[in-house]
């Protein structure tokens, strides 16, 4: 069993920056993939950027390139998301999502590979 943690939100101003962490306890598989999400009031949960835990791989959200950078620190067993030059459109609440082993079966921005979720943290960026 994982659990995820998510830390670093809060409110900014536009064009500026947060970096949010999750923390997992419990062992993630070497092709695992943790992932963020983020949902906005009245908005479905959608994918934001994910790296593969063993490293080698990301992908991100077409609306945060070069923008948000994910990063990933085995040794704490964390997941960081940069977020640079942020927008009121980035206000949402941002959840972390672990997969376990990867099959392949289905894409890595798909939430149905996800099992693990945290409980999210608040991102608020003022005009």
């Known amino acids: 069993q994982v659990q995820l943690v998510e830390s670093g939100g809060g409110l900014v101003q536009a064009g500026g920056s947060l970096r949010l962490s999750c923390t997992a306890s419990?062992?993630?598989?070497?092709?695992?993939?943790v992932a963020w999400f983020r949902q906005a009031p009245g908005k479905e949960r959608e994918f934001v950027a994910t790296?593969?835990?063993?490293?080698?791989?990301?992908d991100y959200q077409d609306s945060v390139k070069g923008r948000f950078t994910i990063s990933r620190d085995n040794a704490k067993s964390t997941v960081f998301l940069q977020m640079n030059s942020l927008k009121p459109e980035d206000t949402a609440v941002y959840y972390c999502a672990a997969s376990s082993c990867y099959s392949g079966v289905y894409s890595i921005r798909s939430r149905r590979i996800y099992d693990y979720w945290g409980q999210g943290t608040q991102v608020t960026v003022s005009a």
């Open positions: 790296t593969r835990w063993s490293g080698g791989r990301t």
């Open positions: 419990g062992r993630l598989a070497s092709t695992a993939y």
